[in-house]
């Protein structure tokens, strides 16, 4: 069994800041990467940013510059300058030995004007 629990999400002002976190727990032999997309009401699903066992990093264009990520088995996302088209629910991603892809139960993010 492996779970992948997020914490952190909530309601905030535009300018302000969040942090959500996601820790992989289980029989997990190895993390190969681990990550956080969103999902905005009536859109796909779609990357944020990623973070592999090396510590390369990958950011969605729009996000660039605002939001950090960082860790490994437990792993965070600053969210600095949001706005409120970062509206979403976040959804924790993970790559994992021998489980294969994982996703968390999403957090909900809501920026208002």
């Known amino acids: 069994q492996v779970q992948l629990v997020e914490s952190g999400g909530g309601l905030v002002q535009a300018g302000g800041s969040l942090r959500l976190s996601c820790a992989a727990s289980g029989s997990i032999f190895r993390v190969n990467a681990m990550g956080w997309y969103r999902q905005a009401p009536g859109k796909q699903r779609e990357l944020v940013a990623t973070?592999?066992?090396?510590g390369s990093t990958n950011y969605a264009d729009s996000v660039k510059g605002r939001f950090t990520i960082s860790g490994k088995n437990t792993v965070y996302l600053q969210m600095n300058s949001l706005k409120p088209e970062d509206t979403a629910v976040y959804y924790c991603?993970?790559?994992?030995?021998?489980?294969?892809?994982?996703w968390g139960q999403g957090t909900q993010v809501t920026v208002s004007q």
């Open positions: 973070i592999t066992s090396g």
């Open positions: 991603y993970a790559d994992l030995v021998p489980w294969g892809a994982r």
